[in-house]
Structure formats: structure tokens, C-alpha cells
């Protein structure tokens, strides 16, 4: 079973940008009609400007309009009588400068793409449009009114931004301190004991009383040598630690806490009071494309 989706735009470039999307995603360019004042060419339903004269029932683009091509689509969908109220807002929306897409999808599955499709390109919410038409003063689509022209046009969109700030997080580095590594020559005082011996001469008398013998009475001579020992100091010198000077990278994890500001805009519906006193409920935003 075919579904016909029913997007608005705010200009007829943004349909078109729709239409071309949606012909890459792999839909038919015949199964889609624009339908808006500003149009170039007189042109913009395929369907109807391929049918030549198979079409001798509905009226020409110059005969009968852009509205009136809105209102032979709408016709056949709904009939003359029982149509949604939401059809005239769509009429509207062409009158004041926007443009209507309308998509027949033929595979259930391209539904989803089809919305989303014309979400991105900039399909509005029409009955968040209407409802603030109508804080406007707007009772409903007049067939006689006038389109708006382009002062009129941007003059009827007064723009409210919402806005939402964004955290970006970054790394920079940054000098933190160091280490300075110096090589220079100590001296420490030591103190070490060592034994040394000393070797001397000893000459011990002794009394005595014998007979002299022959060797006795020879002449000789014995040196005795003295001796002693000195300290001696000799150093060397030995390494007994090595200092490596490099550098090594640790992370780690810091949560970062900010508020962001930004400004949302609510729309209100403002209902006359029969005692004078206004009354305000918040409008319900709705998604911006229609399945009929």
C-alpha cells in the first residue's frame, strides 16, 4: 500500500534540495511534486507535466494556479468535503513564501528515509507554523489572499535562535619544573690505622768469669742493621653508582565539570478570554513531515 508524505519547506530551493536527496536515495523523481509561487518554469509536478493529454479533467498550472494545483491534490486524497484542517495550513504555508513537497512512497521501507531525508533538508513543523500564525491573528486559510511578497516573507519569520553551547576539551602542555643534573669532585676525610714494625739494635752486657780462650782474644766486628716499617698511601679510584638522566610520560584520567548555557524558545498559544483574561498552554511540537 502507497503512502504520501507531505513535507513544507521555507523556499522552493529547499524542496528542490529535498527532491534531489531523495532521488540519490534511489526514489522516483516522478513519484514527487513541489508545489510553490516562486517557481521557475511553470513546472514542478513531473507527473502532471508528462501526462499531456491524459489530464483533460484537471486544469493547466496557468489556469488553475499553484493553490489550485494544492487543491486538486488534496481533492483526490480526501475528497471535496471531508479534508483536515492541517490541509488549508499547508496552503498557507505556499502563501506566505514556503513550498509544498509532496512524496508518494510506494515501499513501506522508504518511509523512515523519506522523513528523515526531509528533515535534514529543512521540512518545518506545520502545525507549530500555524499555531503561531494564529497568535498572529490567522483564522484560516483565505483562497482570495493575496501572496506574501518577499518583504512580507521575512518580515512573517522572525528568527529566535536556539542555541546550546559545546565543551571541547584540548591538552596543551605546559612546564611543570625539572631536574638539573651536576658531575662535581668531592673530597671526604678518612681515617685508616695500620701496625708497622720497627726492628733495633739491642746491646746487652753481661758479667763474667772464665778463662779466655784464643777466640776470645781475636779482633772482630758485627753490624747489626735497624729496620722499620712506613705507611705508605696509595688510592684508586672505583665507580660504584651510575646516575641515568632520561624522562618517562605517565597519563591520567581528569574529569572535566563546566556548565554549558544555551536558550530555547517556547512557542505559546494565546486563546481569548470571554471575561478579557488571556489563558497560555504550550504548544506541542510536532514532527515536521505528515504521512496521509
Do not use: C
Not at 532521488?23 to 513519484?31: E, I, Q
Not at 488549508?88 to 512524496?103: I, P
Not at 746487652?204 to 768469669?209: A, F, K, N, S, T
Amino acid at each position: 500500500m502507497s503512502q504520501v508524505i507531505v513535507g513544507v519547506f521555507d523556499s522552493f530551493q529547499e524542496a528542490e534540495t529535498a527532491v534531489s536527496r531523495l532521488v540519490d536515495g534511489g526514489l522516483n523523481r516522478t513519484d514527487m511534486e513541489v508545489h510553490a509561487s516562486e517557481q521557475a518554469d511553470g513546472v514542478s509536478d513531473p507527473a502532471l507535466a508528462d501526462a499531456g493529454t491524459s489530464t483533460a479533467s484537471t486544469a493547466s498550472t496557468d489556469q488553475v494556479g499553484v493553490f489550485g494545483k494544492i487543491e486538486h491534490f488534496f481533492s483526490n486524497m480526501f475528497g471535496a468535503d471531508d479534508r483536515p484542517e492541517e490541509v488549508g495550513h499547508y496552503q498557507e504555508a505556499v502563501r506566505r513564501g514556503g513550498a509544498l513537497l509532496t512524496v508518494t512512497v510506494i515501499d513501506e521501507a522508504h518511509v523512515g528515509m523519506v522523513r528523515s531525508t526531509m528533515h535534514e533538508a529543512g521540512a518545518v513543523d506545520v502545525d507549530e507554523r500555524a499555531a503561531q500564525w494564529t497568535s498572529d491573528g490567522y483564522t484560516g486559510f483565505d483562497s482570495t489572499a493575496k501572496a506574501y511578497t518577499p518583504d512580507e516573507v521575512a518580515a512573517d519569520r522572525k528568527a529566535f535562535a536556539v542555541t546550546r553551547e559545546s565543551l571541547d576539551v584540548g591538552k596543551r602542555e605546559v612546564e611543570t619544573g625539572g631536574v638539573r643534573v651536576y658531575s662535581r669532585a668531592t673530597e671526604t676525610p678518612v681515617s685508616e690505622s695500620v701496625n708497622l714494625r720497627e726492628a733495633h739494635a739491642t746491646i746487652e752486657r753481661r758479667p763474667v768469669d772464665r778463662v779466655a780462650t784464643a777466640a776470645d782474644l781475636t779482633e772482630g766486628s758485627v753490624e747489626i742493621r735497624e729496620t722499620a716499617e712506613h705507611a705508605v698511601v696509595a688510592k684508586t679510584a672505583h665507580v660504584i653508582e651510575e646516575v641515568v638522566v632520561g624522562r618517562e610520560a605517565t597519563e591520567h584520567t581528569e574529569t572535566i565539570n563546566e556548565t554549558l548555557r544555551g536558550t530555547d524558545v517556547e512557542v505559546e498559544r494565546v486563546d481569548a478570554s470571554p471575561h478579557g483574561v488571556q489563558s497560555t498552554d504550550e504548544a506541542i511540537i510536532k514532527a515536521p513531515t505528515k504521512s496521509v
